[in-house]
């Protein structure tokens, strides 16, 4: 129950794979809230999700929250709007990077922040993943900033420079915790080579091999394994 309560983004997980032949997965499954729909399945014992939850009703009007959305309103054949961001980035058609995370409605900004922090910036993937995030918060307007204790007992705070630079432009700061988890896998291409193996016509028998390095973010308990 410990563990437990150290739980702060509801039933969702996510997670990245590359195997040797630098084939990628990133995925991203949920049940919602905590426990789904509260019922489990008496054939599978899997927990049923309540991502219906996820639809805006014209009715649901709540202060301080933001209005139903009439594109994401209950119609037939139709599923709700997911936060879910699952990423394969590729370059010269071999793989460069795999991105993910959990978190709601924060998953996006956070998923989006590590990416620019590694292929854009260029920082190390443990470095894009560590740095503190900031999150908006349209209703009411306030710019979320981190300022915690990971998992792992490192803390994670945004630079006092950083909340200057946006309290002067008219930002209201406020200090959160954990809001979103990420994972990250970046390959780092070598020579090309030929695997050697039976492919099919017209297929590329090259393959850029390189160094795989691995991210979990220390937001949540978790590590990255390899085989």
């Not at 899997?46 to 009715?59: H, K, L, Q, R």
Request: hydrophobic fraction near 35%; charged fraction near 20%; aromatic fraction near 4%.
């Amino acid at each position: 129950m410990e563990r437990w309560s150290q739980l702060r983004d509801h039933g969702t997980s996510h997670l990245c794979v590359v195997d040797a032949d630098r084939n990628a997965v990133s995925l991203t499954t949920t049940v919602n809230k905590y426990f789904g729909a509260g019922i489990r399945s008496t054939s599978t014992g899997i927990v049923i999700n309540d991502e219906m939850d996820d639809f805006s009703i014209p009715t649901d009007i709540s202060p301080g929250e933001l209005p139903p959305a009439p594109t994401n309103f209950i119609e037939p054949n139709k599923r709700p709007l997911s936060s879910m961001t699952p990423i394969i980035i590729t370059k010269d058609d071999q793989l460069v990077g795999v991105i993910g995370g959990s978190g709601g409605m924060r998953i996006i900004p956070a998923v989006t922040q590590v990416f620019v922090n590694h292929f854009i910036l260029g920082m190390k993937p443990l470095d894009a993943v560590l740095r503190p995030r900031i999150y908006i918060k349209l209703l009411p307007d306030t710019v979320l900033h981190e300022n915690l204790t990971a998992y792992d007992g490192d803390h994670i705070e945004l630079s006092e420079e950083s909340r200057l630079f946006l309290k002067e432009r008219g930002h209201e700061l406020r200090a959160c915790e954990v809001e979103a988890v990420t994972q990250l896998i970046v390959h780092t291409p070598k020579t090309s080579i030929n695997n050697h193996r039976k492919l099919g016509e017209g297929t590329n028998s090259h393959v850029k091999y390189g160094t795989l390095t691995a991210v979990s973010d220390p937001r949540k308990g978790g590590c990255p394994a390899a085989v």
